[in-house]
């Protein structure tokens, strides 16, 4: 294993682009800013997948330590359009549309099914060293109708190739493991079956 080193990442660029190629086809835009002591995601995905043509738009909020505290996100879809909002305490408590989660008791990441920015958030705020690993639940945003539910995860960090993190991702609830390379700011670069970072 490699020496355990802290992480570090440089500041987020303004903006990053990715390709969404595989599970769907389509391309996502995020815009990324330091806002009220942490940073603002503003990002947009349209995709079709399984024949169904989707827009889905997103403002998170998170804090310095990348731990979500306000997500707003919109969609529209062939069934029409619809909104959800989710505030946290930055302590694992939800709201989801102004009402108690507490199905997402612990959760301190935003992960939409439709983004791959928000693989950044677990990444920054787990600050894990080679050969760590951590699980990191998080409140799992749907596509279609913008269903909230916990979604288990874990992040494994692995050694660096070509001077990118790497880390061993695993779903179990829908059976899925990859391996994601993350550039020098902590966003992913190549999302196996899902998505490729184009800018």
């Known amino acids: 294993m490699s020496a355990s080193l802290p992480v570090f990442f440089r500041s987020p660029p303004a903006s990053a682009c990715w390709e969404h190629r595989g599970a769907r086809s389509g391309f996502e835009v995020t815009y990324i800013e330091d806002h009220d002591g942490g940073w603002r995601l503003d990002g947009t995905t349209a ?4 024949g ?5 738009t997103y403002s998170i909020q998170v804090d310095r330590a990348w731990v979500t505290r306000d997500a707003h996100i919109a969609a529209r879809t062939p069934a029409g359009s619809g909104e ?7 302590q694992g408590r939800w709201l989801v549309d102004g009402r108690r ?13 439709s983004s791959a920015m928000t693989n950044a958030l677990p990444v920054h705020r787990l600050g894990l060293v080679p050969g760590a690993r951590a699980d990191a639940p998080a409140a799992y945003v749907r596509v279609l109708d913008l269903a909230v539910a916990r979604l288990d995860q874990q992040y494994g ?28 700011s902590g966003l992913v670069l190549d999302y196996p079956g899902i998505a490729v970072r184009t800018g």
Do not use: K, M, N
């Not at 169904?52 to 889905?56: A, L």
């Not at 959800?84 to 930055?90: A, E, H, N």
């Not at 989660?101 to 099914?113: Q, S």
């Not at 190739?161 to 059976?175: H, K, W």
């Open 47 to 50: 995709a079709i997948e399984d």
């Open 52 to 56: 169904q043509p989707w827009v889905v």
């Open 84 to 90: 959800t909002r989710l505030s946290t305490d930055g």
């Open 101 to 113: 989660a507490p199905r997402l008791e612990g959760c301190l990441d935003v992960d939409l099914e």
């Open 157 to 184: 960090r692995l050694d660096d190739e070509d001077g990118r993190q790497q880390y061993g991702y695993a779903a179990p609830e829908f059976a899925f493991e990859c391996q994601l390379a993350y550039d020098e």
